[in-house]
């Protein structure tokens, strides 16, 4: 790499956002230019101290934005819509993580895939990428397997399952021919009768400050297989982000996935 890519991203001051710009000052592959905010946010036109060597100031729009290389995106639908229509305008490729989108913009990030690169994923550990892909591989391996996927996370989590076992669920469906809306099983109480052959079942555990756990378990007769990953640290989402981010660059327009960066060779 002949200098560092230029890099822009919006939800600056978010969960996420400040994750990155955490890593930012350690990481030379990148040179911060740009920093979006939400209209109104404190930040907004105060100094960003952290990812560029250059003076730079918070901004609430793309406006200003100068040359871009690769703009990564967690933040809000209004504020995904606003930066894919620089990403469109400018060629840009794009790094998404926002999620509860609605269908109209939905429908935009699908057509934004014939002009740019894109690559959008709720979660963007590259471990879950790892076990996603094996789990695929196991239950296409194993299909009359029973197959159960539980998950763990902090008693504040507003969703069950999470994404990241629903994501989990459709990858091993996909890979016996079927649908996880066919397949699923959720909940289970009373004299359920016997397990409906072929089904995925989902177990949730909430408490404490738990990160993210999830395991997904196949079971045959006189044996089971169990794939599981741990997270200990929120930075490794971000981490995964600045991954893909920097993998994206200068792909040809297309929907990318994770999974493709973790195929890449070193």
Not at 152 to 159: F, I, L, M, P, V
């Amino acid at each position: 790499m002949s200098r560092p890519l230029r890099l822009a991203i919006s939800g600056a001051t978010g969960r996420m956002g400040s994750a990155l710009m955490s890593l930012l000052d350690g990481d030379p592959r990148f040179e911060l230019v740009h920093a979006v905010v939400s209209p109104g946010s404190p930040h907004d036109g105060r100094p960003v101290f952290a990812g560029s060597s250059q003076p730079l100031c918070y901004a609430h729009d793309w406006s200003k934005a100068g040359s871009i290389d690769v703009v990564i995106d967690f933040s809000g639908p209004s504020a995904l819509a606003a930066a894919l229509d620089y990403c469109l305008a400018h060629g840009t490729p794009l790094v998404s993580g926002t999620t509860g989108i609605d269908a109209g913009l939905e429908a935009r990030l699908d057509r934004a895939g014939q002009g740019i690169a894109v690559m959008r994923a709720a979660n963007f550990s590259l471990g879950v990428a790892v076990l996603t892909r094996l789990l695929r591989q196991a239950a296409a391996a194993l299909p009359d397997w029973d197959l159960e996927i539980l998950e763990a996370h902090h008693g504040r989590k507003q969703d069950a399952p999470s994404g990241t076992a629903l994501a989990l669920g459709q990858a091993a469906a996909a890979a016996r021919d079927t649908t996880l809306e066919a397949t699923a099983v959720y909940s289970r109480e009373g004299r359920t009768g016997e397990r409906v052959q072929g089904s995925i079942g989902f177990a949730v555990l909430r408490g404490g400050d738990v990160v993210g756990e999830h395991t997904a378990m196949l079971l045959g007769h006189g044996e089971r297989l169990e794939l599981g990953h741990r997270a200990t640290d929120r930075s490794i989402f971000a981490r995964g982000a600045l991954q893909a981010a920097c993998w994206l660059s200068g792909r040809a327009p297309g929907h990318w996935h994770l999974d493709d960066v973790i195929a890449a060779p070193p």
